[in-house]
């Protein structure tokens, strides 16, 4: 099974056959897709796990099922319900290292674009909020909508750091393995010592460049001068 196929399994908690594939690590559209990949799926398991979760609301200390509540557990907006919702909420969150969730005509709407103003004294604005096709022309203050910031640092970069670090580590594992399982041949090169200048320079030119990627292939020949 390849490393590919067990990540996958990982995150989708499934165990099916599925072809092996080869991945050329020097084409950086390639890399990016599988970063990508790996980042969906993790942020698709975050996101499916707190859905599943109730959101109680509480006024006055007492725990009450009102409105907030139906539009949290079940229906936020009417094109949205509360798992879809709250994915977009948590991929939104963890790809831009924030999240703005706006009330409009009693529906919980995740802005796609927006600005903020930051004001140490007063409440903090936002504005050119954009949610689909509609663009909002008046401001939002902090008391108005619910703001959520994942962290001081962006997790995004955060994981491409981390699966930079995995891919170095895949790398020589997969370098090493090569070489326990390659062959290894011995070239006899008779008289090259004793050869002429012109002879010992095509020698010389053998070793150091057409043999170069000896130790990268699995299979390798060594020239052995006499």
Known sequence: MSIFLKIKNFFTGK???VADFS?????LSTEYNVRKLAFAK???KIARSLAKCEIKTFEEGEEIRKRDYYRFNFE???NQNSSAWMQELIWRLYSKNEALVIEHGEQLLIAE???KEVKAKYDWTFRDVVVDELTFDRPFKMSEVLYFR???ENVKNLI?????????MMAAASEHAS???SLRGILNMQGMQAGSEKEKDVAKEMLNNRFSKMFEGKNAIVPLPQ
Do not use: S, W
Not at 23 to 27: K, L, S, V
């Open 23 to 27: 991945i050329f690590f020097g084409e």
């Open 76 to 78: 936020p907006n009417r």
């Open 179 to 181: 070489r326990v399982g």
């Open 42 to 44: 993790a942020v698709g």
């Open 113 to 115: 674009v927006f600005t």
């Open 150 to 152: 994942l962290n001081n």
């Open 160 to 168: 491409d750091g981390i699966y930079t670090t995995y891919a170095k």
């Open 15 to 17: 165990e099916e056959p």
